[in-house]
């Protein structure tokens, strides 16, 4: 049964696939129909059928010759702000209309160079900006958890689509980026698991950039052992990208056989928001509770500069969005809209061609660089970042990982927050200072709320130790086990 | 010794503050941030990367050939090396800049104080400060011929690598500053850093000029930029300064702006003023990590350095007995030492230095050829001397043998073999000649001998005619002054 195979998670599909249960094409076809009938949820927004059949009938011709690649045959879909070759790629933003790249991003190449299959291009806020998939000029993604004949609920953001997609079993794993959040939040709010790795740990060539000291390109997966499995396959240095880190890559698929007894679990005691729901609260109790089941060492921590994280972050990836964003000219590529001189060129495509969200971000860092206000604004920033690295440092002396949620909420209701840039932005605040620090993080379903709408548990590990952090993680989730949305059951 | 020029107003003297920007393109095979290469005169477009179009997604990486013959630079300028340098972004929007900002170095240059010694023809010397030097790329060019109604771009030379070297406003009148971009393009080519080649570009000029009474403080400055040869920055700062005199003199202010140099009008025009300047929102470049120099890469940099201008002036003039004035000739164009040295082997150095200041380079500047380009090889150059020297030749014939020489590339010798310009150093026929011309020209015998002594250089040249200028001069005069003055005796 098709659909059946594309509940498949990537190790259990390669494991068929090792075994001759199912061929490449096969599971390929199960995707496709898949995403097929969850069109519904808009979280695919680039059609690769036909590449992705024609690659799956490769992959079972090298599994015959015996030259089958450690991913051979795995489907994956893939955020929309990795550049494809000869597949659109537009950040789900109107300005990058009609781009199709001649180049392909080096995490998505080194995925099709381990024999994985792209199946579906997915939705994501506008260059990456928003934590709910509604600033996409592609409309908004509807989170599988959404009640059958309410409202549409957000997936999340900015990698919705990816979380969607990987929560309705429409393909095993994708690929998503996360800045401040955008992987971690909408793998929270879908039930699935989001591994932001540490910056420098993935390369960040070809990928469209927001917050370039930030974005960090990672796997949403149903599982942790897919997550560490997809790691392994798109971590490494890249000469192309120089703060790519030279470092191996672990063995990150059987570093989690480990034991985690003796692990040192941090709770940081600034993360005990008075405002969190006690679903929240209560939730984070409990994996406290696993990890000390476990035979871990729980030690309350403090991070004590937690609280200027979010307006920090919101000063420095805005600050670095509107210089990346500035290539989007409307001269060379994507979409443009002609003026009589330069400045009418550039004021009429970047009007049309961005969405208000962006438009907010790029005056917001345009603003904070500005002759007299960087040193109050940038500068201050950058100095909050330092402390905020110093604050985790400091902790990972008595630590090996922390424990915090991931969202302060479950997934909302579409346009809840959208005229509340503020209420919005406050959807990053556990996840934005692990961000800000470069740390490895992860988010692992833990729970339903009283509504039953699927939350995460957010583990953060010291850099480049995504070892530990793994491992970690495997408690969690073999604590409370997988969550699948309601309608998706059965 | 003559001071630095002053304008003379009607109200009295002026003084010049003059400060120079110089962009010198970094003489490497690559760009400053991608692998295109960076050859003048290529298609347009035809040297464009990926990086340098600023497709979405793609990264700069530093050239570490540009960084290093930066280092070379400040090196052979005396100045401080940075261990620690930062590139930033510097924000704008123009059609020939892809990112919409330029990657250059802002507070912290890779380069720090240094100076740079000029020699003037009156013999001063100057020592000028030289603030920074610091490295960023080009952008590319507009082309607006093309087309009645459209503009194109060529973005071959966007990123290629500038070295943009900063003096203090240390200089005095548009001769030190011709002096200074002169001795600094000198300086350049003798360690290739830079080819010096105004023509291409690859070495342009921003003068900042203020006027002021003598020893008052530093007036209101006007910049020109964008000037591409020393006879422009000269005429370009005297036409400035003129200005701003007229302009104090009328009672008005100087303002600050940029200017622009029309040299068919002989003006400058104002460009934009201080109000109008872009804010270029600078800020630390997240692509990038800083530069982190070590101290043996700096000590192997110092270790490639030649003989440097200056060393090479002091032992010519040490060594060779030269005067300072043509040893600071020969050492302004980086091939003249080497040509000198390979020519003066085994003749009088001062006697070469002097062909090659005044006759060679008079030459090779009217047929509009290099030094490389010379018709004259130095070792024929050598031969002409020594012809000279042991009385083969006079210095007149050596003068038309030489005039063949650049003409044919024939050697000297052969010239005076085929066309038998042999110096006559037989007395006998000197003396038959002399008789001759005596003979013949009684009437100033007779005024020789009533006391116009004048009158012998006179027989001088009729001998020297009636041997076709191949008498030996000396010998003809000592011959002929024994002859007149001892018929006088008699």
Redesign the interface.
Same mark, same amino acid.
Request: charged residues 15%.
């Given at each position: 049964m098709p659909s059946d195979l594309a509940r498949l998670g990537v190790v259990d599909a390669a494991d068929r696939l090792a075994a001759g249960d199912c061929s490449a094409v096969e599971l390929v076809e199960a995707c496709i129909a898949a995403q097929e009938a969850a069109r519904n949820l808009n979280a695919v927004v680039a059609d690769t059928a036909e590449r992705a059949r024609a690659a799956a009938v490769h992959a079972d011709q090298r599994r015959r010759r015996d030259e089958a690649r450690p991913l051979e045959g795995i489907p994956v879909a893939v955020k929309d702000i990795f550049c494809t070759e000869g597949v659109a790629t537009t950040a789900c933003s109107r300005i990058l209309d009609g781009f199709v790249p001649e180049y392909e991003s080096t995490v998505s190449a080194r995925l099709w160079d381990a024999g994985a299959i792209l199946v579906g291009k997915t939705n994501m806020d506008e260059f990456a900006m928003g934590s709910s998939n509604e600033t996409s000029r592609c409309g908004p993604v509807r989170n599988p958890w959404s009640p059958v004949d309410g409202p549409s609920l957000v997936p999340g953001g900015s990698s919705g689509g990816s979380a969607a997609v990987v929560a309705a079993s429409a393909v095993p794993a994708a690929l998503g980026t996360d800045t401040g959040g955008s992987i971690r939040q909408p793998a929270s709010f879908c039930g699935v698991v989001g591994l932001k790795p540490t910056y420098g740990r993935c390369s960040r060539w070809g990928i469209i950039a927001f917050a370039s000291s930030l974005d960090q390109a990672g796997p949403l997966t149903r599982s942790v052992a897919d997550a560490a499995l997809i790691l392994e396959h798109i971590a490494g240095f890249d000469p192309r990208d120089s703060t790519s880190a030279d470092l191996a890559v672990p063995d990150l698929h059987t570093a989690l056989q480990g034991d985690v007894r003796g692990l040192r679990v941090g709770v940081p005691s600034e993360y005990r928001l008075d405002s969190l729901p006690s679903s929240i609260s209560d939730l984070w109790e409990q994996g406290i509770a696993w990890f000390r089941d476990a035979g871990a060492e729980l030690r309350e921590v403090s991070l004590p500069h937690t609280r200027y994280a979010l307006p920090a972050y919101y000063i420095v990836a805005p600050a670095e969005a509107s210089a990346n964003l500035a290539r989007y000219d409307g001269v060379r590529f994507g979409a443009r809209s002609m003026g009589t001189d330069p400045d009418e060129l550039y004021t009429r495509t970047r009007r049309d061609g961005f969405g208000e969200e962006v438009r907010r971000r790029v005056m917001i860092g345009g603003y904070v660089l500005s002759e007299g206000y960087y040193d109050a604004y940038y500068l201050r920033a950058q100095q909050v970042r330092t402390r905020i690295a110093e604050d985790f440092r400091h902790a990972f002396q008595d630590v090996d990982v922390l424990l915090t949620p991931t969202t302060p909420s479950s997934a909302f209701p579409e346009g809840a927050k959208t005229d509340d840039p503020l209420a919005m932005y406050v959807n990053d605040i556990f996840t934005v200072p692990a961000s800000l620090a470069g740390l490895p993080a992860i988010s692992v379903p833990a729970g339903l709320d009283e509504d039953g709408l699927p939350l995460g548990l957010q583990l953060v590990g010291r850099a480049f130790d995504e070892v530990t952090l793994l491992q970690a993680a495997t408690v969690l989730e073999a604590a409370a086990g997988t969550f699948r949305p309601p309608a998706m059951a059965a | 010794m003559t001071g630095p020029r002053t304008i003379v107003g009607t109200t009295g003297d002026w003084e010049l503050a003059i400060g120079l920007e110089v962009h010198a393109q970094v003489a490497t095979q690559s760009k400053l941030f991608s692998g295109a290469a960076t050859a003048f005169g290529a298609a347009a477009n035809a040297q464009v990367s990926?990086v340098d179009?600023?497709?979405?997604?793609?990264?700069? @990486?530093?050239n570490r050939a540009a960084v290093d013959q930066a280092i070379r630079t400040g090196l052979a300028l005396g100045a401080k090396i940075n261990r620690f340098s930062v590139f930033d972004?510097k924000?704008y929007?123009?059609?020939d800049l892809?990112?919409?900002?330029q990657i250059s170095q802002y507070r912290h240059p890779i380069v720090g104080a240094g100076e740079l010694r000029i020699d003037m023809p009156d013999g001063r010397t100057r020592v000028v400060g030289i603030e920074r030097l610091h490295l960023e790329q080009d952008a590319g060019k507009l082309v607006h011929d093309r087309s009645a109604t459209d503009s194109h @771009?060529d973005l071959n030379r966007a990123g290629i690598p500038l070295m943009e070297i900063v003096s203090r406003p240390d200089l005095r009148d548009w001769e030190e500053a011709g002096a200074y971009l002169r001795k600094l393009r000198a300086l350049l080519r003798a360690i290739g850093s830079c080819d010096g080649n105004m023509e291409e570009g690859s070495l342009r000029a921003d003068a900042n000029v203020s006027v002021r009474r003598p020893g008052a403080p530093l007036g209101t400055r006007c910049e020109i930029k964008n000037l591409n040869s020393v006879r422009f920055l000269m005429r370009a700062i005297e036409t400035e300064a003129g200005r701003q005199v007229d302009l104090i003199e009328a009672g008005e202010t100087v303002h600050q702006e940029t200017r622009l140099y029309d040299p068919q009008r002989n003006e400058t025009r104002a460009m934009r003023s201080k109000e109008d300047a872009h804010?270029y929102?600078?800020?630390p470049?997240?692509?990038? @990590?800083p530069l982190q120099l070590s101290e043996s890469r700096i000590e192997r940099l110092r270790d490639s350095l030649p003989e440097l201008p200056d060393e090479t002036r002091e032992r010519l003039i040490r060594d060779y007995g030269l005067t300072p004035y043509d040893a600071s000739v020969l050492v302004a164009d980086p091939d003249a030492p080497r040509f000198f040295e390979a020519a003066a082997h085994g003749h009088s150095g001062k006697r070469v230095a002097n062909w090659i200041v005044t006759n060679l380079f008079g030459a090779l500047n009217e047929a509009g050829h290099t030094l490389a380009e010379s018709p004259v090889s130095a070792p024929d150059l050598g031969q002409l001397v020594g012809l000279i020297e042991d009385g083969t030749i006079s210095d007149r014939i050596a003068r038309d043998v030489f005039d063949e020489m650049f003409r044919t590339g024939a050697s000297p010798q052969s010239i005076v073999d085929a066309r038998g310009l042999r110096q006559i150093q037989d007395t006998d026929a000197i003396d038959a000649a002399i008789d001759a011309a005596l003979a013949a020209n009684p009437g100033q015998l007779d005024q020789y001998r009533a006391g116009k002594t004048k009158v012998l250089g006179w027989f001088v040249g009729q001998v020297m005619k009636a041997t076709r200028g191949q008498a030996n001069p000396g010998l003809v005069n000592e011959r002929l002054r024994q002859k007149l003055d001892g018929a006088g005796k008699a």
């Open positions: - | 990926l179009a600023a497709m979405p997604g793609m990264l700069p @990486v530093i972004r924000n929007f123009y059609p892809p990112q919409g900002y @771009v804010d929102r600078y800020f470049d997240p692509d990038l @990590v």
